[in-house]
T-cell receptor, first 116, second 115 residues
Framework: DQQVKQNSPSLSVQEGRISILNCDYT??????FLWYKKYPAEGPTFLIS?????DKNEDGRFTVFLNKSAKHLSLHIVPSQPGDSAVYFC???????????????FGKGTKLSVIP | EAQVTQNPRYLITVTGKKLTVTCSQN?????MSWYRQDPGLGLRQIYY???????DKGDVPEGYKVSRKEKRNFPLILESPSPNQTSLYFC??????????????FGPGTRLLVL
């Protein structure tokens, strides 16, 4: 059973417009959410995160919104740039259980293409 | 430079021939893990290690072994590779502790083809 879902495998956006990537989760015990960005032939790199006690976190052009009641989060990129073209993974972290033992559960990823 | 390194980056092998993919990190991280990425399935965790000599299964451990004899190294071992282990593999590391903002640092990936 997939606990973190990214239902859109791909998304195309015009340069300068807003990109919205969505992520849904089913486990209410998740307390921290992260977005990773992955270019071809490279490992994923951390982009932005949000704690479950917040509903918004902003970092430059990137904003993550969390709707706990809907178990939904989204990543907004404004304005989108061609260099943003990559696969974006949503990840959720389970409750901390001591000695650093928590697990990250990843979604399947959404491939964003920003068209010049 | 803080980094996670993996070797080899690309590997073609045949069914049943034992192989090891090495992973090393220079950030003194306690926690290390291995993922595989497959089309339509995203990133799935194979094994993880919370510290030296402490390892545990992730979501898809079958057909894999790991060891953590040193803090910086976390090799992934395929004793008898099969074609369904053809995949892109990522090693990752992070700090343990009570800080809630740690993120995982990923290696560049190892693309494995098992014939």
């Amino acid at each position: 059973d997939q606990q973190v879902k990214q239902n859109s495998p791909s998304l195309s956006v015009q340069e300068g417009r807003i990109s919205i990537l969505n992520c849904d989760y089913t486990n209410s015990m998740f307390d921290y959410f992260l977005w990773y960005k992955k270019y071809p032939a490279e490992g994923p790199t951390f982009l932005i995160s949000i704690s479950s006690i917040k509903d918004k976190n902003e970092d430059g052009r990137f904003t993550v919104f969390l709707n706990k009641s809907a178990k939904h989060l989204s990543l907004h990129i404004v304005p989108s740039q061609p260099g943003d073209s990559a696969v974006y993974f949503c990840a959720a972290r389970g409750a901390y259980s001591g000695a650093g033992s928590y697990q990250l559960t990843f979604g399947k990823g959404t491939k964003l293409s920003v068209i010049p | 430079e803080a980094q996670v390194t993996q070797n080899p980056r690309y590997l073609i092998t045949v069914t049943g021939k034992k192989l090891t993919v090495t992973c090393s990190q220079n950030m003194n991280h306690e926690y290390m893990s291995w993922y595989r990425q497959d089309p339509g399935l995203g990133l799935r965790q194979i094994y993880y290690s919370m510290n030296v000599e402490v390892t545990d299964k992730g979501d898809v451990p079958e057909g894999y072994k790991v060891s953590r004899k040193e803090k910086r190294n976390f090799p992934l071992i395929l004793e008898s590779p099969s074609p369904n282990q053809t995949s892109l593999y990522f090693c990752a590391s992070r700090n343990s502790g009570t800080g809630r903002k740690e993120t995982q640092y990923f290696g560049p990936g190892t693309r494995l083809l098992v014939l």
